[in-house]
């Protein structure tokens, strides 16, 4: 268990100090941290709102700020280049996510070709019942995203790094809020960047 918790710590060290040094992006991450924390809520009576609202309001605006505000240049408080970040991220880099939003970007595409999503969903009777099974596909996708990631990463770095980053992804809402809840108020100061990124993570 303290190996665990000692990977899980060290990737949410490193996914904050490689991936969030803008303040926008920050905030971002805040808005996204909230409305998953309201899909959770909705898992247990509605999943199909928990996915529209996971997908159109937390993810994207999650992304805008990785792929529009985040700094691309030389990360000098890390000691890394862009291109060094993107090829340790554990989780999904830009290039997966480009990948992955690309699949989520066609789903409405391919439910239109196949309403029923070759037979494993009723047929929509009007657009309430197509949002309601383009919700599913999305739920789904956003499951297998983070399942096929998981075991992927078993044979890259290991089962212990896998199931690490498994738990992280599920608490990443919980603990954006408790590292970034100040963020849209320096935003409103105009401190853009975060000024203080360490080059190694704080005692435990």
Same mark, same amino acid.
């Given at each position: 268990?303290?190996?665990?918790?000692?990977?899980?710590?060290?990737?949410?060290?490193?996914?904050?100090?490689?991936?969030?040094?803008?303040?926008?992006?920050?905030?971002?991450?805040?808005?996204?941290?909230?409305?998953?924390?309201?899909?959770?809520?909705?898992?247990?009576?509605?999943?199909?709102?928990?996915?529209? $609202?996971?997908?159109? *309001?937390?993810? /994207?605006?999650?992304?805008?700020? #990785?792929? &529009? !505000?985040?700094?691309?240049?030389?990360?000098?408080?890390?000691?890394?280049?862009?291109?060094?970040?993107?090829?340790?991220?554990?989780?999904?880099?830009?290039?997966?996510?480009?990948?992955?939003?690309?699949?989520?970007?066609?789903?409405?595409?391919?439910?239109?070709?196949?309403?029923?999503?070759?037979?494993?969903?009723?047929?929509?009777?009007?657009?309430?019942?197509?949002?309601?099974?383009?919700?599913?596909?999305? $739920?789904?996708?956003? *499951?297998?995203? /983070?399942?096929?990631?998981?075991? #992927?990463? &078993? !044979?890259?770095?290991?089962?212990?790094?896998?199931?690490?980053?498994?738990?992280?992804?599920?608490?990443?809402?919980?603990?954006?809020?408790?590292?970034?809840?100040?963020?849209?108020?320096?935003?409103?100061?105009?401190?853009?960047?975060?000024?203080?990124?360490?080059?190694?993570?704080?005692?435990?």
């Amino acid at each position: 268990m303290s190996e665990f918790l000692r990977t899980l710590e060290e990737q949410r060290w490193d996914d904050h100090r490689y991936y969030h040094h803008s303040r926008i992006n920050q905030s971002l991450h805040l808005l996204s941290a909230i409305t998953f924390l309201c899909a959770y809520v909705l898992l247990f009576t509605s999943p199909a709102a928990a996915a529209l $609202l996971g997908w159109l *309001i937390a993810m /994207v605006s999650r992304q805008i700020g #990785h792929f &529009f !505000f985040e700094p691309k240049g030389y990360d000098e408080a890390n000691q890394a280049t862009h291109e060094y970040k993107e090829a340790v991220k554990v989780g999904y880099n830009l290039r997966r996510k480009v990948v992955l939003l690309t699949l989520w970007a066609l789903s409405p595409l391919i439910l239109a070709a196949s309403p029923t999503f070759l037979g494993l969903l009723d047929a929509p009777g009007d657009l309430a019942g197509f949002l309601r099974n383009l919700s599913m596909v999305w $739920l789904f996708l956003g *499951i297998g995203a /983070v399942l096929f990631r998981t075991v #992927h990463l &078993f !044979f890259l770095k290991g089962v212990m790094s896998g199931f690490a980053w498994f738990a992280k992804i599920l608490t990443d809402p919980f603990h954006d809020i408790k590292l970034y809840y100040k963020a849209p108020l320096y935003v409103l100061r105009g401190e853009l960047l975060d000024p203080i990124v360490p080059t190694s993570a704080p005692a435990a």
